[in-house]
């Protein structure tokens, strides 16, 4: 299975930014969807922000805070991430929904998270 690769997490204060990019061994074709995970500790991993389609979608607690865009080279979803709140601690995960070329089946990749903590 295809394994992603998550940078830009760190700690920043509260209203800060953070861009996350996500990376896989080589450029996706076959594109289904995108979207970036979180999930903070003791709680369940829930959608952030997905593409599928054109069309873009948000978590409620993000719209406007949050941008999800296609990195064309890579064909993987990248994630601004402005006005940072502490409720946004959480690792985040990127994921990819692409065909199989040999196959024809729609596969997942996923990447390990990177981790974004919101403090003073």
């Known amino acids: 299975q295809v394994q992603l690769v998550e940078s830009g997490g760190g700690l920043v204060q509260p209203g800060g930014s953070l861009r996350l990019s996500c990376a896989g061994p080589r450029r996706f074709l076959s594109l289904v969807g995108m979207g970036w995970y979180r999930q903070a500790p003791g709680k369940e991993r829930e959608l952030v922000a997905s593409?599928?389609?054109?069309?873009?979608n948000y978590e409620d607690s993000v719209k406007g805070r949050f941008t999800i865009s296609r990195n064309n080279a890579k064909n993987t979803p990248d994630l601004q991430m402005n006005g940072l709140r502490p409720a946004d601690t959480a690792v985040y995960y990127c994921?990819?929904?692409?065909?199989?070329?040999?196959?024809?089946?729609?596969?997942?990749?996923w990447g390990q998270g990177t981790r974004v903590t919101v403090s003073s």
């Open positions: 593409i599928n389609g054109g069309n873009t």
């Open positions: 994921k990819v929904d692409y065909r199989d070329v040999m196959t024809g089946r729609v596969l997942e990749a």
